[in-house]
């Protein structure tokens, strides 16, 4: 019997209590409920149950070590003191992830290098060599958190998000994560609806998930079955006999399961694509047997002849903040709720919206509401038990919106006042791109973009999109409060600006992570094509945290197109390659734009091709900044440089501006042609130029004439430079 160990298994707000019960009946004993997690404990088979069984849990962690922290230093030393050889050989791969803050370590990017360092240094002084990062499937992931002066480092023995089944290629435009719709499915009662002899159908199933869940789940398999990697099989503390005897037991009980399961799962949907990926999806689940799926819109819902038993009717229809607005979405509601009255009757249903007052619309009364989280996006789950004549929540034609509360009226007439005021200058300058709100009224903290896209037919003219990033509340301020006011936030940006929900990004950016500027959210790929300068780009407002051209720099970019004319230009961490567009329309007789993401070098690829500079002249390189400058000899008469305030990469050093800017400029100094000059900028709002170990150089700082008029609420956005060598 292996010796008790402490566990915290993490998973999306809104399924602690759950999970707490899952855990319970996986034999883990002291399990009770945290912020977004739940702690147990048991024998080392109590996590490796809880890694192959667990539907709700997002990772499972397991405590090594817990210290005080105060700064940088005191987090490495006690990263030093933990003894690493007990937990992974040299040779093996890890990865460090940090979440969590605390006075004198407030940068969660800075905080995983200060214990990767402690990591690498504390082999490298034993074995004369240091292991490797693999931030993909290392053979160790540590995990820190930080939180009121402590640390606490953990092994994951996940290593990779357990929602992550291995069943689910594509996705649909509205995605749930695995272990959400397994959640769902548990509050609506589904093992016990088809115990009973029921179904289960979703009408608008996209990519399959709440189906191959549901099936799962009736077939007693479990989750992590058909996993290939987790975080414990490179751990030295891992038992192979003992995960071997578990996962043995979990295939037996599958086999027997789908042996017994019945075809009870239907799924439809209008889009023919995404059900296409439903489809791969079931059959990677080896459910596709069990899985009915069908091309049918809303309109021509009805009951399976094949389900005679009442069943469940869930789905995750189209997400609404915005009411009477778009009225598309509230139609489709009406269509559900009038379907599910019509056509499945003494039925159970189970909806999840972003807004409660939107699933009033479907003219149900829901017996039970949950609150979930979709990501960062609170939701609701209704659940409705559907009678033959259901009037309760009277007619759903006469459905009218909640009024706006009184602050939601203020933002509202806020967001319109600077509308009328700087539309103006926007369209006086030719502007298509700009901030409208910059968390004006403090209580409502949000940025507010607009996007004016032009739509692939240039004869449809263009349509505005907006892009609205949350800051994150003060702790004084309470998260439902919080949450409450992005809500209104959203419907206020749309009925101001008359845009419709689906036209409108929402992120929440947290302040104080240096280097998460580029983390992915999501996955859906739709590129927008806009206007800036007489120029062309594409930007994408929804798969991460910026957009793939930073607005606050548009003065700037315009700087260096008036500067650029006869030069030879270099970008180096150039992103998406905006400035190298402006360099080159500019008159720049060449341009070389440097950076280690293939991603971001494909983007400028086709920034560079929209505006008709697709030639030898312009250049992309793949590199380390640093790495090229070292390395390549090339010189030029005008360098921009515009680096992350951290970054950190299996491929190159680790990088932190404030320590590293010295050198970066004095890099650039040397590919400097006479009288060349640097332009260097950032964002890191602490950030000191070291001009006393530049004398070298000329400098002048030109940041207030680069801060553009939208932005003139934060005019500590960024920081820039001018640098020539004396």
């Known amino acids: 019997m292996s010796s008790v160990r402490k566990f915290f298994a993490t998973c999306p707000k809104g399924l602690e209590y759950l999970l707490v019960d899952e855990l319970k009946a996986l034999g883990a004993s002291d399990v009770h409920e945290a912020l977004a997690g739940v702690h147990f404990s048991g024998g080392l088979d109590a996590g490796y149950r809880a890694c192959l069984w667990s539907r709700l849990a997002s990772r499972i962690l397991t405590p090594i070590a817990e210290f005080a922290v105060t700064d940088g230093d005191t987090l490495y030393q006690g990263a030093l003191g933990v003894d690493w050889s007990e937990h992974m050989d040299v040779e093996a791969t890890f990865a460090v992830d940090a979440v969590g803050s605390t006075p004198g370590v407030t940068h969660s990017q800075f905080a995983a290098l200060r214990v990767k360092d402690a990591i690498v240094d504390q082999f490298r002084d034993k074995c004369g060599k240091r292991p490797n990062v693999d931030t993909e499937r290392p053979a160790l992931r540590v995990n820190l958190l930080l939180r009121r002066g402590q640390a606490i480092v953990s092994v994951d023995l996940s290593g990779a998000p357990l929602h992550q089944r291995g069943y689910r290629l594509g996705q649909g435009v509205a995605p749930l994560k695995e272990n959400l719709a397994a959640g769902m499915l548990l509050r609506a009662s589904w093992p016990a609806v088809y115990v009973a002899g029921g179904g289960l159908v979703d009408p608008m199933c996209g990519s399959g998930t709440l189906l191959v ?15 290939d990697y987790f975080g414990f099989l490179g751990w030295r503390g891992h038992d192979a006999a003992l ?4 996962h043995d037991e979990a295939q037996a009980r599958a086999t027997t399961g789908a042996q017994a399961l019945r075809p009870a799962f239907f799924g439809f949907d209008h889009d023919a694509s995404v059900l296409n990926e439903a489809v791969r999806n079931a059959q990677l689940a080896q459910m596709s047997g069990f899985v009915h799926l069908g091309k049918q819109s809303l309109e021509h819902l009805h009951r399976p002849h094949e389900l005679e038993s009442p069943g469940l009717v869930i789905c995750n229809p189209p997400y609404g903040e915005r009411m009477g607005a778009d009225s598309g979405i509230v139609d489709l509601y009406r269509l559900l709720g009038s379907k599910l009255k019509a056509e499945f009757p003494g039925w159970q249903a189970s909806v999840i919206t972003s807004d409660e007052e939107l699933g009033r619309a479907l003219g149900l009364r829901a017996e039970k509401k949950y609150k979930l989280y979709n990501g960062a996006l609170e939701c609701v789950l209704l659940n409705f038990q559907i009678l033959a004549r259901d009037s309760a929540a009277g007619d759903s034609a006469t459905y009218v919106p909640k009024p706006l509360s009184a602050g939601a009226q203020m933002v509202k007439n806020r967001i319109e006042k600077n509308f009328r005021h700087l539309r103006k200058r926007a369209e006086r300058e030719g502007i298509e791109c700009w901030r409208v709100y910059d968390a004006d009224l403090p209580e409502y903290a949000a940025a507010i973009d607009i996007y004016r896209a032009h739509l692939r037919d240039a004869r449809q003219g263009t349509v505005d999109y907006l892009h609205i990033q949350e800051y994150q509340a003060p702790a004084t301020i309470d998260e439902t409060m919080a949450r409450t006011r992005l809500r209104e936030i959203v419907r206020a940006a749309g009925e101001a600006l008359a845009v419709p929900r689906e036209r409108i990004a929402l992120k929440q950016r947290r302040r104080g992570k ?37 607005l606050d720099h548009r003065p700037l970019r315009a700087r260096v197109r008036e500067m650029s004319r006869g030069a030879r230009f270099l970008n180096l961490f150039c992103y998406t390659g905006s400035v190298s567009v402006y360099a080159a329309a500019g008159g720049a007789t060449e341009t070389t734009s440097v950076d280690l993401s293939q991603t971001y070098l494909g983007w400028a690829t086709q920034n560079l091709a929209l505006n008709g500079f697709a030639n030898m002249q312009h250049k992309l390189v793949c590199a380390d900044a640093l790495e090229y400058l070292q390395n390549h000899s090339a010189m030029y008469d005008l360098i921009f440089v515009d680096p992350p305030t951290f970054s950190n990469s299996k491929r190159a050093e680790d990088f932190d501006v404030q320590r590293d800017h010295v050198r970066l400029l ?30 070298d150089f000329s400098i002048r700082d030109i940041s207030a004439a680069t801060i553009p008029f939208d932005f003139e609420r934060n005019p500590r956005i960024h920081r820039c430079w001018e640098l020539r060598k004396t």
């Open 243 to 246: 995960w071997k005897m578990l």
């Open 666 to 695: 004095q890099l650039c100094g040397e590919r400097l042609l006479p009288d060349g000059t640097i332009v260097f900028s950032n964002n890191f709002r602490r950030f000191k130029l070291d001009e006393a170990a530049l004398a």
């Open 514 to 550: 240096g280097g998460e500027k580029y983390g992915r959210l999501d996955e859906r790929g739709e590129q927008l094509e806009v206007g800036e300068g007489g120029l062309r780009f594409f930007v994408n407002l929804w798969d991460y945290l910026d957009t793939g051209l930073f």
């Open 213 to 227: 869940e549901a099936a799962l789940m009736a077939a007693d398999i479990a989750p992590g079955l058909r996993r």
